[in-house]
């Protein structure tokens, strides 16, 4: 690999891992693997450390992942906080022979000092630093970005296995930090709650744990049936004289008889056979434990050698976590689909024996693209071992040979589009196959349809059925399609009532409010996921700008590599990509940041600087975006420079109690719309005709 090489693959690296760590981390639904995410991230590692001339540090290699929203959390009704210490994350391995090195490394670094080690469960939640003061819980974060973190008390304080007041001979303040984890059956029962309501379930017990700990309600936190274990004093945190314990083991055994919940499981080790035995036991024994683990921890126990080894940028040098790859489970191969993406990309995927995996049943595994098939040389009637990682869909790991029928034959990757029938294309370099018939291609075009209208871009209410009623109808091609469609129209089409069509066209009329950053990313730009179209957007303020910039001047915006800046500057001299704009732009999307000339409304909030919190009659960010329109300064945290609080149903208890101790004035919805020109007031139940379609 040469130096250009080696840069190209470090930013698409970067760029790929900081998009999974945020869909992780904030949105609590991600779509890659721990496995495959582990092994992007060593990837990079390596390439920087044999290229240290690209050394950054704001390289995923060197911060934790963050689980901030992006901007202020307090949006979300949580004061940020910064940690006494930061919260790390751990370095981790799927190899048992790095941790025969690791133990290796330990023993020349400690020779001829005693020592052991403290094996635990890496329990599979969400991470949380409680401070306990006069044996009293006084406070909660959430790692957040390791350096501040995201003020969880409330919701902390309905998790029925912490402690509010501690027993025995607590030291008088002290942080001691652990996992907050969601048992399975909690899981299933939460899913199916959410299934009966046609909320998308959470895809794991982890993701679940995690975006209920950020609840705004901490009644419904405590119906969710969170459980906690705690597993890591900071050394710092105790006084330096502390004669607690000399050992992390002897201070959670402490921590335990204050009636802390510390794992039974924890063991203390002597030398590397022990380790790994602990490591056999739990591989098999974990799938008995009513939660999820993924792994094992193991920390050199001694407290004196813990500080002497310190730490790196992002994690302990005295710990290691051994993780176990995921779950697999053995289904027959019963057909292959061939599915043809938004941008044109094939991924074969496989309709399997039903067979339970890590708790759900799987009927459908992708295979990924056609190297991956000739390498599994896969076959119908396969017995193949299936693996489900962070995504929803899993994916075929390995064929059982030894169960192949004697009659099986290849299979054939398909030579032209299964939809459209033009002949596939692979560009050099490329691992999938390509329709190249953008415009032609059905599935290409539901694809984008589909990613236009999702949640995280549009937003716009409708499914696949919908979508494909509209396009064999010939109704909507593109985005801006959709926006000619009237209510009177749609009610006159199958299965469409007054309800679902008003549903439908209120959906989209509120969709022209959605920000520039989500426009940009539900274009579909390759490559171009929330991360990019985020840093892009703020980067050039809007779209002519971004119509304008040169190869060189999009590469040069954090995250974007050559491949994304050549991916979009493409996208931007198609002439049919202008002309969508151009009609999109006519429907009144958003093509500039807020604040922009061109969204300015009127001056009523000038010089206000507004902290919005709590839930309203339509979405905060519309509230945002109208307080920007109409002059004022949006706000995520309260403080002497706030002008109000606008106050929807349950505000964040910290900001209200905030403003009173500052005397800062609450308002209300109704107040706020007063203070708005007449005719500002946006209604989500207006029942009125939308006038602009
Ligand atoms: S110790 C400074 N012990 O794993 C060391 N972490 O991948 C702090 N985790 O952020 C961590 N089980 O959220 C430790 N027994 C355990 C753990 C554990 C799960 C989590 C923790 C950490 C992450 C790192």
């Not at 949006?75 to 930061?86: A, L, N, S, T, W």
């Not at 974990?286 to 193991?298: E, F, H, Q, S």
């Not at 439908?504 to 539900?522: G, N, Q, T, W, Y």
């Not at 403080?639 to 905030?658: N, R």
Request: with cysteine.
């Amino acid at each position: 690999m040469d130096r250009n090489e080696a840069k190209a693959r470090i930013e698409e690296l970067r760029a790929v891992l900081w998009e999974n760590s945020k869909r992780y981390y904030v949105e609590n639904a991600p779509t890659m693997s721990d496995f495959d995410y582990d092994h992007l991230m060593r990837e990079l590692e390596d390439l920087e450390n044999e290229w240290p001339e690209f050394y950054s540090p704001d390289s995923p290699t060197q911060k934790v992942g963050s689980d901030l929203e992006d901007g202020p959390a307090a949006q979300q009704g949580f004061v940020q906080r910064e940690h006494r210490y930061p919260m790390l994350s751990l370095a981790n391995t799927y190899s048992r022979e790095e941790i025969e090195e690791f133990a290796a490394r330990a023993d020349k670094l400690l020779e001829g000092r005693e020592f052991s080690y403290c094996c635990e469960l890496k329990f599979d939640g969400t991470s949380i630093c409680l401070t306990y003061k006069g044996g009293k819980l006084v406070r909660a974060l959430t790692r957040g970005d390791g350096r501040m973190g995201d003020d969880v008390t409330e919701n902390v304080m309905r998790i029925a296995n912490i402690p509010h007041e501690l027993k025995g001979d607590y030291p008088d303040e002290f942080e001691i930090r652990g996992e907050i984890l969601m048992p399975y059956s909690s899981f299933d029962h939460l899913n199916q709650q959410r299934l009966d309501n046609e909320d998308q379930p959470f895809a794991n017990p982890r993701n679940a744990a995690s975006g209920s700990l950020k609840l705004l309600d901490p009644d419904e936190v405590g119906r969710r049936g969170l459980y906690c274990t705690l597993y890591h004093i900071p050394a710092q945190s105790l006084a330096s004289d502390s004669a607690l314990a000399s050992t992390h083991s002897g201070l959670l055994e402490k921590a335990a008889s204050w009636g802390l919940p510390v794992s039974e499981y924890n063991k203390v080790c002597h030398g590397i056979e022990e380790i790994l035995a602990y490591i056999d036991y739990w591989d098999t024994e974990r799938k008995k434990l009513p939660y999820a683990t993924d792994g094992i921890v193991i920390k050199i126990n001694e407290l004196d050698w813990q500080r002497e080894l310190g730490f790196t940028a992002k994690s302990p040098r005295w710990a290691v976590a051994y993780k176990f790859k995921a779950e697999q489970a053995l289904a027959k191969v019963l057909s292959i689909d061939y599915q043809v993406g938004r941008t044109g990309a094939v991924t074969p995927v496989a309709n399997l024996s039903p067979v339970l995996l890590s708790g759900t049943i799987v009927k459908r595994a992708t295979l990924n693209n056609a190297d991956q098939m000739a390498i599994l040389d896969i076959r119908i009637g396969d017995m193949v071992y299936v693996e489900k990682g962070g995504e929803i869909i899993p994916k075929i790991t390995a064929v059982e040979l030894s169960q192949r029928p004697a009659d099986s034959q290849p299979v054939e990757f398909p030579v032209e589009c299964p939809d459209c029938h033009t002949p596939l294309k692979r560009g050099e370099g490329e691992a999938k196959w390509f329709c190249p018939n953008t415009d032609g291609c059905p599935m290409q075009i539901k694809g984008r349809l589909l990613h236009f209208m999702s949640r995280k871009a549009m937003n716009i209410i409708a499914g696949d059925a919908t979508v494909d009623q509209l396009y064999n109808l010939g109704l909507a091609h593109t985005p801006a399609d959709l926006y000619d469609l009237k209510a009177s129209q749609l009610m006159t089409l199958e299965g469409w009532k007054e309800k679902s069509a008003k549903r439908f066209i209120d959906s989209l009329r509120e969709s022209v409010k959605v920000p520039f950053e989500r426009v940009l990313f539900a274009l579909g730009i390759r490559y171009v996921g929330e991360q990019t179209a985020r840093e892009v957007a703020r980067h050039f303020g809007d779209i002519d700008a971004i119509a304008a910039a040169s190869e060189e001047e999009l590469a040069a915006v954090k995250d974007v590599g050559d491949v994304i800046a050549g991916s979009i500057f493409e996208y931007m001299s198609d002439a049919r990509h202008a002309i969508e704009i151009q009609r999109l732009r006519g429907y009144g999307l958003k093509f500039a940041v807020d604040g922009g000339a061109q969204s300015v409304l009127s001056e009523a909030l000038k010089d206000q600087t507004i902290v919005v919190s709590g839930n309203f009659s339509c979405s905060r960010e519309t509230l945002k975006d109208l307080i920007a329109r109409h002059g004022g300064r949006n706000s995520g945290s309260v403080s002497a420079k706030t002008s109000f609080l606008l106050a929807g149903i349950k505000p964040g208890p910290e900001k209200v109690k905030k403003c009173q101790e500052l005397g800062i004035r609450i308002v209300s919805e109704d107040e706020f719309w007063e203070m708005l020109p007449e005719g500002s007031r946006i209604d989500s139940s207006d029942e009125s005709e939308p006038t602009l379609f």
